[in-house]
């Protein structure tokens, strides 16, 4: 079974900080990946897409993606307090559905 | 312009009622899905259409049934409402099947009481 694991957490960074955020996949024909952003009771925001090995920037957001170690990771740099919700991975293969992790809570402090 | 809209944003219904959840996109995207995020937050994929062709039906009781009368359109109808149905629906649509990326409507949050 396809799955994506994500750590639950909460992971908690101060304000300003660098927050790291992981995901591994299972199924190693996966070639897409997304990072999702979801608020509390709203629905998820895509705010990255990676398709390539390496390293993808956009803003304070850098997306980083290792086929060969089924893992891909979001960095978000300067985190602020609007930055706290839960972040999800979801990962597929062309012409497949989506499959998401169990999302990580960021917790940025003030 | 909302992108993905839904509706109702909100369902309270009784267990063993029917219910229907309409959604449409206006980015004229081919591409339609359903999701169902349950009480621990987990997201996952219900249905999926390619214009207007069902593409993807993953383990979902038959008592679901989508139904896209055109591309910019996906409902789902729900028979005999279960406890266990309650949920956030999430419909999402994409430029075309995988690898394009999907964008997400607000959500229904669905009571079975």
């Known amino acids: 079974q396809k799955e994506v694991e994500q750590n639950s957490g909460p992971l908690s960074v101060p304000e300003g900080a660098i927050a790291s955020l992981n995901c591994t996949y299972s199924d190693r024909g996966s070639q897409s990946f997304f990072w999702y952003r979801q608020y509390s009771g709203k629905s998820p925001e895509l705010i990255m897409s990676i398709y390539s090995n390496g390293d993808k920037e956009d803003g304070r957001f850098t997306a980083q993606l290792n086929k060969a170690s089924q893992y891909v990771s979001l960095l978000i740099r300067d985190s602020q307090p609007s930055d706290s919700a839960t972040y999800l991975c979801a990962v597929n293969q062309a012409g497949t559905a989506l499959i998401f992790g169990k999302g990580t809570t960021l917790s940025v402090s003030s | 312009d909302t992108a993905v809209s839904q509706t109702p944003k909100y369902l309270v219904t009784q267990m063993g009622n029917d219910k229907s959840i309409k959604c449409e996109q206006n980015?004229?995207?081919?591409?339609m899905y359903w999701y169902k995020q349950d009480s621990k937050k987990f997201l996952k994929i219900m249905f999926s259409y390619n214009n207007k062709e069902l593409i993807i039906n993953e383990t979902v009781p038959n008592r679901f049934s989508p139904k896209s009368p055109d591309k910019a359109h996906l409902n789902l109808h729900i028979n005999s409402l279960e406890l266990g149905d309650s949920a956030v629906y999430f419909c999402?649509?994409?430029?075309?099947?995988?690898?394009?990326?999907?964008?997400f409507g607000p959500g229904t949050r669905l009571t079975v009481t």
């Open positions: 999402a649509s994409s430029q075309a099947l995988a690898p394009y990326e999907q964008y």
């Open positions: 980015l004229g995207h081919d591409t």
